[in-house]
C-alpha cells in the first residue's frame, strides 16, 4: 500500500510540475482530479503515509492562529529606481566607471508580493514575506499551497531562493466577480490580492486563491555554480522551479532601452502585471565588485513604468 501512495505522490507532484511550470500538462485535468481523489482517500485511511512533500498538502492544512516572524539570513533589499533613459544612462556610466563594459540582464518586475523560499536536503521547509527586509512574516503553510512553489527538489540540497508571488490577472478577474456576487469588497489590483490572500492565516483560503511565483534569485550559489545571472536562472530552471522565460540579456544600456520600450507596450498581452524592468549585472563578479549600498544592490535597478 505505502507504494503505492508513493507512487501517487510522485506523479501527481509531477504533473503539477508540467501544469504551473512548464505550462506543459500531459495528462487531462481530469484525470489528475481522479488521481488526486484518490490519494486523498488513500491517505486519510492511512494517515502513516502522508507526508510534507505529498501533493495532498496544496489544499491547505488547518487556520493558524498567527505568523511566528523570520529573520532572514540576507536582508531581502529593496531596487533603485530609474524612471526615465536618463536615470538608466547614469545607472550605466557608474557601473562602466567601476568594472568597466558589462552585460546586462534584463528581467520583468512582477507586480506581486516579494517571498523567500528555503530548502533544506531538497525539501522545502519555510516561507516568508519579505517585511521589512530584516525580519518577515512565516507564511509557509500559504505558499506550500502554491502549485508552481516544488514540495521537494531533484537533489538534496539546501538553499534559499528569492521571487515574487502573484495573481495572474484571469485569477484576479475571477475572484473578483465571486466577491461582487457576495456583496465583498473588491481588491483594487492583483498584487493587493496576492499579498492579501498570502497574509491571512486560512492556507484553505490561499490554496482558493490559484496564484503562481517567479523566481528570480537564488542565495547559495556553491550548491549552483554559476558564473552569472543567467546561469543561476538556468540553475532554477533545472531544479524544478519557474522563473520567468521573457528575460533578456543585453550587451549595451540602449539595448536596454530597446527591452523596455517593447514591454511597455507589450506588457498588456501578458497574463500578469508587472510595474517595471530590473536591470541586473549579469556577471556575478561584477555584481560582488560593486556591492551593495546600505538598502539597494549597486548592481542591479529596477525602471518603473509610468504608473
Ligand atoms: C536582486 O534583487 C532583486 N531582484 C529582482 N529581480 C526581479 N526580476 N524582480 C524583482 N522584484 C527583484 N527584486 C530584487 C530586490
Request: charged share 30%; proline share 4%; hydrophobic share 35%.
Given at each position: 500500500?505505502?507504494?503505492?501512495?508513493r507512487?501517487?505522490?510522485?506523479?501527481?507532484?509531477?504533473?503539477?510540475?508540467?501544469?504551473?511550470?512548464?505550462?506543459?500538462?500531459?495528462?487531462?485535468?481530469?484525470?489528475?482530479?481522479?488521481?488526486?481523489?484518490?490519494?486523498?482517500?488513500?491517505?486519510?485511511?492511512?494517515?502513516?503515509?502522508?507526508?510534507?512533500?505529498?501533493?495532498?498538502?496544496?489544499?491547505?492544512?488547518?487556520?493558524?492562529?498567527?505568523?511566528?516572524?523570520?529573520?532572514?539570513?540576507?536582508?531581502?533589499l529593496?531596487?533603485?529606481?530609474?524612471?526615465?533613459?536618463?536615470d538608466?544612462r547614469?545607472?550605466?556610466?557608474?557601473?562602466?566607471?567601476?568594472?568597466?563594459r558589462?552585460?546586462?540582464?534584463?528581467?520583468?518586475?512582477?507586480?506581486?508580493?516579494?517571498?523567500s523560499?528555503?530548502?533544506?536536503?531538497?525539501?522545502?521547509?519555510?516561507?516568508?514575506?519579505?517585511?521589512?527586509?530584516?525580519?518577515?512574516?512565516?507564511?509557509?503553510?500559504?505558499?506550500?499551497?502554491?502549485?508552481?512553489?516544488?514540495?521537494?527538489?531533484?537533489?538534496?540540497?539546501?538553499?534559499?531562493?528569492?521571487?515574487?508571488?502573484?495573481?495572474?490577472?484571469?485569477?484576479?478577474?475571477?475572484?473578483?466577480?465571486?466577491?461582487?456576487?457576495?456583496?465583498?469588497?473588491?481588491?483594487?489590483?492583483?498584487?493587493?490580492?496576492?499579498?492579501?490572500?498570502?497574509?491571512?492565516?486560512?492556507?484553505?483560503?490561499?490554496?482558493?486563491?490559484?496564484?503562481?511565483?517567479?523566481?528570480?534569485?537564488?542565495?547559495?550559489?556553491?550548491?549552483?555554480?554559476?558564473?552569472?545571472?543567467?546561469?543561476?536562472?538556468?540553475?532554477?530552471?533545472?531544479?524544478?522551479?519557474?522563473?520567468?522565460?521573457?528575460?533578456?540579456?543585453?550587451?549595451?544600456?540602449?539595448?536596454?532601452?530597446?527591452?523596455?520600450?517593447?514591454?511597455?507596450?507589450?506588457?498588456?498581452?501578458?497574463?500578469?502585471?508587472?510595474?517595471?524592468?530590473?536591470?541586473?549585472?549579469?556577471?556575478?563578479?561584477?555584481?560582488?565588485?560593486?556591492?551593495?549600498?546600505?538598502?539597494?544592490?549597486?548592481?542591479?535597478?529596477?525602471?518603473?513604468?509610468?504608473?
Open positions: 500500500m505505502e507504494e503505492k501512495i507512487t501517487l505522490q510522485d506523479k501527481l507532484n509531477r504533473y503539477n510540475y508540467e501544469y504551473h511550470v512548464l505550462d506543459a500538462p500531459t495528462v487531462p485535468d481530469g484525470e489528475y482530479d481522479k488521481m488526486m481523489n484518490e490519494l486523498i482517500q488513500l491517505e486519510t485511511e492511512h494517515p502513516e503515509f502522508k507526508t510534507k512533500t505529498s501533493p495532498t498538502v496544496r489544499v491547505g492544512g488547518e487556520i493558524l492562529k498567527g505568523f511566528t516572524k523570520v529573520d532572514h539570513d540576507t536582508p531581502m529593496s531596487l533603485g529606481n530609474a524612471f526615465n533613459e536618463g538608466l547614469a545607472f550605466d556610466k557608474r557601473v562602466q566607471e567601476a568594472v568597466g558589462v552585460e546586462y540582464m534584463c528581467e520583468l518586475k512582477i507586480d506581486g508580493l516579494a517571498v523560499l528555503k530548502y533544506e536536503d531538497g525539501l522545502f521547509v519555510q516561507g516568508a514575506t519579505r517585511g521589512n527586509g530584516t525580519t518577515g512574516e512565516n507564511i509557509t503553510e500559504n505558499l506550500r499551497t502554491i502549485k508552481a512553489i516544488p514540495l521537494k527538489i531533484d537533489e538534496p540540497l539546501s538553499f534559499e531562493v528569492r521571487g515574487e508571488a502573484y495573481m495572474p490577472k484571469k485569477s484576479f478577474q475571477k475572484l473578483n466577480e465571486q466577491r461582487e456576487l457576495r456583496e465583498e469588497a473588491l481588491f483594487q489590483n492583483p498584487r493587493n490580492a496576492a499579498a492579501g490572500s498570502l497574509r491571512q492565516l486560512d492556507p484553505k483560503l490561499a490554496a482558493a486563491r490559484n496564484l503562481s511565483i517567479f523566481l528570480y534569485s537564488v542565495n547559495d550559489l556553491t550548491n549552483i555554480n554559476a558564473a552569472t545571472q543567467s546561469e543561476a536562472l538556468e540553475a532554477l530552471d533545472r531544479h524544478g522551479f519557474k522563473t520567468n522565460k521573457e528575460r533578456r540579456t543585453a550587451q549595451s544600456i540602449d539595448e536596454v532601452i530597446e527591452y523596455i520600450d517593447y514591454w511597455t507596450t507589450h506588457r498588456t498581452e501578458l497574463d500578469y502585471d508587472i510595474d517595471g524592468i530590473v536591470i541586473k549585472v549579469n556577471d556575478l563578479d561584477h555584481q560582488e565588485e560593486l556591492g551593495f549600498t546600505v538598502k539597494s544592490p549597486r548592481w542591479a535597478i529596477a525602471y518603473k513604468f509610468p504608473a
